[in-house]
């Protein structure tokens, strides 16, 4: 019974937990050929990229521009830059649009451009508002390459390949499946599975400075890069323990726990 309360108050100092449909990790846990090690990371809250991040972000885009200037295809470059920079990059095309109906930022650089012509500096994009998982308001900015196909009485044809700058709401903390102890099925207050884990020495550690710094901030649990939960942390935590909580089925739940117990396992040779 001592695990029990434990991960319950574990659970109470991790406030506000937002939990996710997990469809693709719902459907690994139920495909039983599953044989692929796990990945458990903690994440924290991160709002601004920091210089080395926007650098890489600019460096991506003017190498791109500076391909088609050098004569290259906009569509096959701004496909191969979505491949390689998934969620990151975006071609978008629109045909013969009304002037009024383009964002402000395009607009202003558009209405000069002549037909078929490449705008040869990038443009910086904003003003468009998305909810995260948080529920807050984030701006979409980003650097845009953009290209003229055509003008008609006031309307537009334009291609345009568009390098986000929203940085990604988390970074790593080093807290991951290497520090795995165990884990284990219990039921919450409601019957629903969750699952309790503990840390080694080092994860236990790590866990209490990770809480400390995030008090009031949100703290993120991936498995296999999909966002788990995100609950909000209310105070420091000791004890090496945490729990992890999906709207998992009992069979699920168990499923994961194994995959989990055999990253542990494997800490331990």
Same mark, same amino acid.
């Not at 090690?37 to 972000?57: C, G, H, N, R, Y």
């Not at 290259?72 to 191969?80: N, P």
């Not at 000069?112 to 994009?125: F, H, P, W």
């Given at each position: 019974?001592?695990?029990?309360?434990?991960?319950?108050?574990?659970?109470?100092?991790?406030?506000?937990?937002?939990?996710?449909?997990?469809?693709? $990790?719902?459907?690994?846990? @139920?495909?039983?050929?599953?044989?692929?090690?796990?990945?458990?990371?903690?994440?924290?809250?991160?709002?601004?990229?920091?210089?080395?991040?926007?650098?890489?972000?600019?460096?991506?885009?003017?190498?791109?521009?500076?391909?088609?200037? /050098?004569?290259?295809?906009?569509?096959?470059? /701004?496909?191969?830059?979505?491949?390689?920079?998934?969620?990151?990059?975006?071609?978008?095309?629109?045909?013969?649009?009304?002037?009024?109906?383009?964002?402000?930022?395009? !607009?202003?650089?558009?209405?000069?451009?002549?037909?078929?012509?490449?705008?040869?500096?990038?443009?910086?994009?904003?003003?468009?508002?998305?909810? @995260?998982?948080?529920?807050?308001?984030?701006?979409?900015?980003? $650097?845009?390459?953009?290209?003229?196909? @055509?003008?008609?009485?006031?309307?537009?044809?334009?291609?345009?390949?568009?390098?986000?700058?929203?940085?990604?709401?988390?970074?790593?903390?080093?807290?991951?499946?290497?520090?795995?102890?165990? /884990?284990?099925?219990?039921?919450? $207050?409601?019957?629903?599975?969750?699952?309790?884990?503990?840390?080694?020495?080092?994860?236990?550690?790590?866990?209490?400075?990770?809480?400390? !710094?995030?008090?009031?901030?949100?703290?993120?649990?991936?498995?296999?890069?999909?966002?788990?939960?995100?609950?909000?942390?209310?105070?420091?935590?000791?004890?090496?323990?945490?729990?992890?909580?999906?709207?998992?089925?009992?069979?699920? /739940?168990?499923?994961?726990?194994? !995959?989990?117990?055999?990253?542990?396992?494997? @800490?331990?040779?």
């Amino acid at each position: 019974m001592k695990k029990t309360y434990t991960a319950i108050f574990v659970s109470l100092m991790l406030i506000g937990c937002t939990s996710f449909k997990n469809v693709d $990790l719902k459907e690994d846990l @139920n495909n039983n050929e599953i044989t692929k090690p796990i990945s458990l990371q903690f994440k924290e809250e991160k709002s601004t990229l920091d210089e080395t991040e926007e650098k890489v972000i600019e460096q991506k885009a003017l190498k791109a521009l500076n391909e088609i200037k /050098a004569g290259a295809d906009f569509i096959v470059v /701004a496909h191969r830059e979505e491949e390689q920079n998934s969620g990151k990059a975006k071609y978008e095309e629109f045909t013969l649009i009304p002037q009024e109906s383009i964002k402000e930022d395009i !607009r202003k650089v558009i209405v000069d451009l002549n037909t078929n012509e490449l705008l040869e500096t990038l443009v910086k994009t904003g003003g468009l508002y998305k909810i @995260n998982e948080q529920g807050e308001a984030i701006e979409e900015t980003g $650097l845009t390459i953009v290209k003229l196909l @055509n003008k008609k009485n006031d309307k537009y044809s334009f291609q345009m390949l568009t390098y986000s700058t929203v940085p990604d709401p988390w970074i790593e903390t080093g807290l991951n499946e290497n520090h795995l102890l165990s /884990a284990e099925v219990q039921l919450d $207050l409601f019957y629903e599975p969750y699952i309790y884990i503990e840390f080694d020495t080092e994860g236990s550690k790590l866990f209490e400075d990770i809480t400390e !710094r995030n008090i009031g901030k949100p703290l993120a649990i991936f498995i296999d890069d999909e966002l788990i939960s995100a609950p909000n942390v209310n105070e420091k935590i000791t004890g090496g323990a945490a729990v992890i909580m999906g709207q998992f089925t009992e069979e699920e /739940a168990n499923k994961l726990a194994a !995959r989990l117990n055999e990253a542990a396992k494997a @800490n331990m040779n």
